[in-house]
Structure formats: C-alpha cells, structure tokens
C-alpha cells in the first residue's frame, strides 16, 4: 500500500492533529477515571471530556508550538 503524502506546507496541521489528539485523549481519559465513580460514568464523561477538550488542545497546539520551538532553540545546543 503506498500512502500518499502531503505537501510540506501542512505538516504543522498534521502534527497538531496527532499530538492533540492523543494528549487530549490520555489527559481526558486521566481525569474521567480519577472523578468517576463508576465505570459507566466513566466511559461518558471520557467521551465527553475528549471532544471538548481535543479542538482546545488543537488550537493551543498551534498557537504555542512555534513559541515553544524558539523556546527550544535557546535552551538546547544545535548537533555540530
């Protein structure tokens, strides 16, 4: 199967799509466990704790990620 790649130009879109997805999901998840009571109420407000909180995490990903990438660049040495 040959999987057909994006220009460059969305590769920015495309990481913050994956990354926020599964840092919405993980963090979602965590909380839902840890303020539920039961199982069933669990699985609820996961799902709900995800789909509001993935388009958050999106768009900080994309408002912050360049910040942080100069932030990186001034505390980390470049390889020679």
């Known amino acids: 199967m040959v999987l057909k790649k994006l220009p460059s130009q969305y590769k920015p879109w495309v990481f913050a799509f994956i990354m926020s997805f599964n840092t919405a999901l993980v963090v979602s998840g965590v909380i839902s466990f840890i303020y539920s009571p039961s199982i069933e109420l669990f699985w609820h407000k996961w799902q709900m704790a995800f789909f509001l909180g993935w388009p958050v995490v999106f768009i900080s ?8 990438t100069k932030l990186v660049s001034l505390l980390v040495l470049e390889k020679d």
């Not at 990903?61 to 942080?68: D, S």
């Open 61 to 68: 990903i994309m408002l912050l990620a360049p910040i942080v």
